[in-house]
């Protein structure tokens, strides 16, 4: 089917291929993709806006091939804004910003189904405004068994006086936000996850680790804190995941949590493109 012209805020975008599968489980069409990031913009575009965007595309649906592309294609529209930032070796990559409707829907036209932010805005790209630690079950840990892990490590951030957000990964684990001023770079808040994520693995050697290595986890939680380096990002709070279901990066609040109830009852397909 030839790509056809919508128009979003008065910009016209070509838009292909709408009847294209992308869950084949599911029948997700790109038109649906389309149309569920266009209902939940307001809400996430927010979390986007001056943050350099690392896509991952699906061109054949989730279980075909996928690619990370961090350069903003040229035949991208030229009202699609960039950013050119510096990489190790003298590498200039020009990242995508993603501010308005027209860019969100530009982005899943390219079959880009996960959406990953940076920790920084690109006017202060060195300095993170957000700390994370991403909880990530060790089969058979579950995501049961990192709530109880969230749940001390947001006390812990309470005792040091720092707020802590947290969400499903959309996965099978957490992630936990912290907001920090933006005046310290990313070796520091790596560092500064990496004390809070060792005191919690020591205190529960048992359901937690920082181990690196997959096969020295043995079931257990890791607390990732190496994902605030420079350029590391996860993926974007109401963006979609490409798993079964159609799952989503879903926030949650921490009197959720906190009831027993809400805990027993929540599984990563709670959340979903519906």
């Known amino acids: ?24 489980d599911e029948k997700i069409t790109k038109a649906e993709v389309l149309h569920y990031y266009t209902q939940v913009a307001p809400y996430l575009l927010p979390h986007l806006q001056d943050r350099p965007i690392v896509m991952v595309r699906y061109p054949e649906g989730i279980t075909g091939e996928y690619f990370y592309q961090k350069e903003c294609p040229d035949y991208a529209p030229e009202w699609v804004p960039t950013v050119g930032l510096e990489h190790s070796g003298g590498k ?50 579950t995501l049961q068994n990192t709530i109880p892990l969230a749940l001390i490590l947001n006390e812990l951030l309470d ?43 020591a ?10 290595l997959v096969r020295k986890r043995k079931g257990r939680v890791y607390i990732d804190y190496l994902q605030n380096g420079r350029g590391k990002t996860l993926a974007a709070v109401y963006g979609l995941r490409p798993l079964a279901g ?23 397909q709670n959340y979903n493109w519906q």
Not at 111 to 129: F, G, K, N
Not at 249 to 266: G, I, N, V, Y
């Open 159 to 201: 005792q040091f006086g720092l707020q802590s957000f947290v969400k499903t990964s959309g996965a099978t684990g957490l992630h936990l936000f912290v907001p920090v001023i933006p005046q310290y770079p990313y070796p520091v808040i790596t560092e500064g996850a990496g004390y809070l994520a060792r005191l919690v693995a």
């Open 92 to 141: 200039r990559v020009n990242y995508c910003l993603c501010p308005n409707l027209e860019t969100l829907l530009w982005m899943a036209n390219q079959a880009v189904l996960e959406i990953h932010p940076w920790l920084s805005r690109y006017q202060q790209e060195a300095y993170p405004d957000f700390m994370v630690l991403d909880l990530d079950p060790d089969p058979p840990s």
């Open 203 to 212: 205190a529960y050697p048992e359901q937690a680790t920082v181990e690196r």
């Open 1 to 24: 089917m030839p790509a056809i012209q919508i128009q979003v805020n008065n910009r016209s975008l070509p838009v292909s291929n709408l009847e294209k599968i992308l869950w084949p």
């Open 246 to 268: 159609a799952p989503v990066s879903m926030p949650l609040t921490w009197d959720e949590l906190k009831s027993a109830s809400f805990r027993k009852q929540l599984q990563p």
